[in-house]
């Protein structure tokens, strides 16, 4: 099931990270990180949140990277 997530995730242009594991209460649970505007962007227009507090969290994190100083020197040139 992971894998298939993946796979859709890419078909939005979202490219994770490696998918990690991890053990609490003893079951195996699986992350994967999202790193750039592009991919929060994109992760945020076409999937979302649907918890408040992980949407406001996002749209600031996107908001801090599309007006940072790396990134208005990127779409600059």
Same mark, same amino acid.
């Given at each position: 099931? #992971?894998? $298939?997530? /993946?796979?859709? #995730? %890419?078909?939005?242009?979202?490219?994770?990270? /490696?998918? !990690?594991?991890?053990?609490?209460?003893?079951?195996? !649970?699986?992350?994967?990180? /999202?790193?750039?505007?592009?991919?929060?962007?994109?992760?945020?227009?076409?999937?979302?949140?649907? $918890?408040?507090? %992980?949407?406001?969290?996002?749209? #600031?994190?996107?908001? %801090?990277?599309?007006? $940072?100083?790396?990134? %208005?020197?990127?779409?600059?040139?």
């Amino acid at each position: 099931m #992971l894998k $298939s997530i /993946i796979i859709i #995730l %890419k078909e939005f242009n979202i490219n994770p990270q /490696i998918v !990690r594991e991890y053990k609490k209460k003893e079951k195996s !649970r699986y992350y994967f990180n /999202i790193t750039g505007f592009k991919e929060y962007s994109n992760f945020f227009k076409i999937i979302g949140c649907t $918890s408040p507090k %992980k949407k406001k969290e996002f749209e #600031l994190l996107i908001n %801090k990277v599309k007006n $940072s100083k790396y990134q %208005k020197n990127k779409t600059s040139v």
